[in-house]
T-cell receptor, first 114, second 111 residues
């Protein structure tokens, strides 16, 4: 059974902390994505990656960075967490160079910044 | 800028009712439209609609793509409490390698 695993289901962090959200997929997918999900706003793309060591900004990259050192792992980094980054974070992956056949999602990390 | 709009944002019905969820889109070089169901955890794939497959059905769920109106509907007949979820619509543009999502519709089925 194919899987996208996010390391934490719930996370509480303090304002100003550096936060790492980890995502691992076991499907050998080229593409990986980080979204945040907020009520009434749907899923908004933060960053995505088509290959190891490459990254592209999504629609709301401010305050975030990413790392993809290995094909199966895509990390989202909040350099200095702020309360407006309290949200549900969803990781996804998909196969195919130049095409998207639909995503496989992780279960999400609900991050609260206090 | 590519855009996907879903309506209604929230819907509450009684078990056994039929519901229709709407999704409209503006995207350059449309390739496909996808529907997902999200309960407590990860969104799960329901349907993919393309120019060559504008109608899909699975049990009580069905979906139609209207390329002229740039929209899609998701129908659920004889609803059950297990259909309660957020339903997400997403669109893929050719060459974009990413999906653009709508706001989602929160569907609640009361017994």
């Amino acid at each position: 059974d194919v899987k996208v695993t996010q390391s934490s289901r719930y996370l509480v962090k303090r304002t100003g902390e550096k936060v790492f959200l980890e995502c691992v997929q076991d499907m050998d997918h080229e593409n990986m994505f980080w979204y945040r999900q907020d009520p009434g706003l749907g899923l908004r793309l933060i960053y995505f990656s088509y290959d190891v060591k490459m990254k592209e900004k999504g629609d709301i990259p401010e305050g975030y960075s990413v790392s993809r050192e290995k094909k199966e792992r895509f990390s989202l980094i909040l350099e200095s967490a702020s309360t407006n980054q309290t949200s549900m974070y969803l990781c996804a992956s998909s196969e195919g160079q130049g095409q998207v056949y639909g995503y496989t999602f992780g279960s999400g990390t609900r991050l609260t910044v206090v | 800028e590519d855009k996907v709009v879903q309506s209604p944002l929230s819907l509450v019905v009684h078990e056994g009712d039929t519901v229709t969820l709407n999704c409209s889109y503006e995207v350059t070089n449309f390739r496909s439209l996808l529907w997902y169901k999200q309960e407590k955890k990860a969104p799960t794939f329901l349907f993919m609609l393309t120019s060559s497959g504008i109608e899909k059905k699975s049990g009580r769920l069905s979906s139609i793509l209207d390329k002229k109106e740039l929209s899609s509907i998701l129908n659920i007949t004889a609803t059950q409490t297990g259909d309660s979820a957020i339903y997400l619509c997403a669109v893929e543009a050719s060459g974009a390698q990413k999906l653009v999502f709508g706001q989602g519709t929160r569907l609640t089925i009361n017994p």
